[in-house]
Each structure stands twice: as C-alpha cells, then as structure tokens.
C-alpha cells in the first residue's frame, strides 16, 4: 500500500496505472480522468468490491510468489516508490522487491475475469497489466518482473507469469506519454478527443468557495435538453407501464406475442420478462 505522502507525489509524475490510460486501454480510468488526477487533488472514491479485495490480498499473493520462488522481499512502502533517473517524468509504487542475487519485482493481482489471463509461458496478461509492468521496468531497470495473479473462478486459479523487458514497448511508452504530458498537462489543457468520466469523478474535485465560471449556451442547452428529454421519457415509459398493467389487472403474469411473459420473477419477484421454462 502506499503512503500518503507518495499519493500527492503522484501529480508530479506519470505513474505505471497512469500509462494504460493515457494509451486509453485502461478499462476503468481514462485519459481525461487521468488529466484530471494531475490537475486536482482528487478526492478518494470507492475502488469496488473486486480492487478491495485485491489491496486485502496483495500481501498474501505477494507472499505466495514469494515462496514459489524461494526468495525474500521488501515490502516497506518507502522503499518501493521507483522514479527513473533517466527519465525522471517517470515513476511507480512497486507492490514487492526481491531481494537477493535477483534484480527484479512482484507485481499482485486479484481479478474475476479468467477470459483476460492466457498461457503463461506466453506472458498472455491484459494489455493494461503489460503495460503497467513495462512501465515498472522503465522505472527501475529491471530485465523482467514476476507478476502473481489470483483467478476468482470456481476457486482460486493461482498463477504467475515472467514477463520480459520489451525496449520497444518502453521506448513508446516515453515517447507518447511524455508527449502527452507536454500537451496536456503542462499548459493545462484538457484532452482532446477524449471521451469523459462520469459525472460521479467531478464530484471527486475539491471545490473552491465562492469561485464562479461561465458556461457557454451550447453547453448548457445541450444539458437542458437532455434533462427534458429524460422527463419526457420517464413520463412516456410511465404511461407505457400503466397499460402493460392495466392488462393484466389481476392476472399473475402476461403472455406476450413471441411466446414469453411477463411478471414476478426470480429470487426477488421482480417484474421482468422471462421464458416459460425459467
């Protein structure tokens, strides 16, 4: 886990979660939230059932490759923040350091997605995962990194792969996100053709009091609309609903045209439509 003091520290420098997003294949921050973890101190979120679990296990996967390989590790945080002194725009929190005759590092993960995680003789792990490692070995100089994963399916699968120091991947990983930085952040500039978080992340900024900005008509006419158009679909489906009821008065359930039906259903007899077998 890292401290504190390492979180401010991320503004200041292009992380290894930073990379997948600004390539835009992180699958749950994009570039544009990125920019903004960099421009505000960003207030904290709920991670998720899935990456709380993952932060609980990090030791004991930590430890488990550990084992597997027969070494010992560093797990203070103080010592697994890494900036590169070659390019120093560039850092990372490392999860674990062997120690020892290896020059390497454990990367911890925790997932319920089985279908992302192939061969792993292959290094077949998520484009997202890769590039956060290569991004580690950019850091670091490590020749490769032992990443230990934990499959939630029908179990635990437990698995590790070895994966390789690719100088072309890092090589583009400088060029682009040093690019991007250049662009984006240093004149703060939002990123163009950059799909937006939700508006839940905007929320996470830290507002400040009696500050005012403008807003253009376009923009705010845009959100009216759709706000209209949300009442009026609300109402159009409201009324769709008090004649798909007013059918079925006091029957259990309807049987629609193609042969299913609808009406209370499943665990919590909810309304929905469904097959006569289910």
């Known amino acids: 886990m890292i401290t504190e003091q390492q979180r401010q520290q991320r503004r200041n420098y292009i992380g290894s979660t930073d990379s997948p997003a600004i390539f835009g294949v992180h ?45 010992d590790c560093i797990t203070n945080p103080e010592a697994l923040w890494k900036n590169s002194k070659e390019h120093p725009l560039f850092a990372c929190n490392l999860d674990a350091i062997i120690t020892g005759e290896y020059k390497t590092a454990i990367e911890a993960k925790y997932t319920g997605l089985p279908e992302e995680w192939g061969r792993e003789d292959n290094e077949e792990i998520p484009d997202h995962f890769m590039l956060q490692v290569q991004h580690q070995m950019l850091c670091t100089g490590f020749d490769y990194i032992i990443v230990g994963v934990w499959i939630a399916s029908y179990g635990i699968d ?66 009216d609309d759709a706000k209209e158009a949300e009442r009026l679909a609300g109402k159009a489906k409201d009324a769709a609903m008090s004649k798909v009821r007013a059918a079925m008065g006091d029957a259990q359930a309807l049987r629609l045209p193609d042969g299913r039906y609808y009406g209370p259903s499943g665990k919590n007899n909810a309304y929905r439509v469904y097959k006569a077998t289910e």
């Open 158 to 223: 437990r698995r590790h792969y070895v994966i390789k120091r690719n100088q072309n991947m890092i090589d583009r990983i400088i060029k682009y996100d040093t690019y991007w930085w250049n662009k984006f952040v240093i004149p703060k500039v939002s990123p163009e053709n950059c799909p937006l978080p939700i508006p839940k992340t905007f929320s996470r900024i830290p507002k400040v009091t009696g500050k005012i900005v403008d807003i253009s008509s376009e923009a705010w006419k845009e959100f």
């Open 27 to 71: 699958p749950f921050m994009s570039g544009y939230e990125c920019w903004l973890s960099k421009m505000y101190e960003l207030e904290d979120y709920d991670p998720g059932e899935a990456a709380e679990i993952g932060n609980y296990l990090e030791d004991d996967i930590v430890d488990w490759v550990a084992k597997k390989y027969k070494v």
